[in-house]
T-cell receptor, first 114, second 113 residues
Framework: ETGVTQTPRHLVMGMTNKKSLKCEQH?????MYWYKQSAKKPLELMFVYNFKEQTENNSVPSRFSPECPNSSHLFLHLHTLQPEDSALYLCASSQVTYDTGELFFGEGSRLTVL | AQSVSQHNHHVILSEAASLELGCNYS??????LFWYVQYPGQHLQLLLKYFSGDPLVKGIKGFEAEFIKSKFSFNLRKPSVQWSDTAEYFC???????????FGAGTRLTVKP
């Protein structure tokens, strides 16, 4: 049990589908993140939410749309994805203070785009 | 923004061998440094972290890392690896005061029994 729960764990979708990934953290943290993990590449930071406000968007294509309704929940809405978007999508949370910044990760959602 | 380089993509060792995984970062200011580990089929979890103070940091399972500011490095070490250390290891950096955590590409460690 990591304190960060992601669903679904596996998702297969066509390029014209619309789906969503869900993340919930039970740690009382005030920041949540989406990362993309592809083989042999650094984890790519996609989105950061501090206190429910988006503070980082690293040039992510608009076919990925995040939503953070409260500090415990984070969604990633997916629409008209490309096969190269197939990857493991990781959600993380942290308590944002100057001296910490440690991330707590979920187990990931494995996405395959056909 | 800061970036992280991990020099070894795949390291294969026998049990009881010593381990050192390289990590270099590029950022001129104050940084917080981390090593995360991902065991097969499991989530990323923190191995150790450096914020300030003693540059030699000890983590879980006998791992340690040394921050050398002049070399922008934060190498991970373990004197004697075990088969159960087989995993992928990620170095990460964030600039103090923000939550933009950048990761290296990871090093896959295989320990042969």
């Amino acid at each position: 049990e990591t304190g960060v729960t992601q669903t679904p764990r596996h998702l297969v979708m066509g390029m014209t589908n619309k789906k969503s990934l869900k993340c919930e953290q039970h740690l009382g943290h005030n920041a949540m993140y989406w990362y993309k993990q592809s083989a042999k590449k650094p984890l790519e930071l996609m989105f950061v939410y501090n206190f429910k406000e988006q503070t980082e968007n690293n040039s992510v294509p608009s076919r990925f749309s995040p939503e953070c309704p409260n500090s415990s929940h984070l969604f990633l809405h997916l629409h008209t994805l490309q096969p190269e978007d197939s990857a493991l999508y990781l959600c993380a949370s942290s308590q944002v203070t100057y001296d910490t910044g440690e991330l707590f990760f979920g187990e990931g959602s494995r996405l395959t785009v056909l | 923004a800061q970036s992280v380089s991990q020099h070894n993509h795949h390291v294969i060792l026998s049990e009881a061998a010593s381990l050192e995984l390289g990590c270099n970062y590029s950022y001129g200011g104050t940084v917080n440094l981390f090593w995360y580990v991902q065991y097969p089929g499991q989530h990323l979890q923190l191995l150790l972290k450096y914020f300030s103070g003693d540059p030699l940091v000890k983590g879980i399972k006998g791992f340690e890392a040394e921050f050398i500011k002049s070399k922008f490095s934060f190498n991970l070490r373990k004197p004697s690896v075990q088969w159960s250390d087989t995993a992928e290891y990620f170095c990460a950096v964030n600039a103090g005061g923000n939550n933009d955590m950048r990761f290296g590409a990871g090093t896959r460690l295989t320990v042969k029994p």
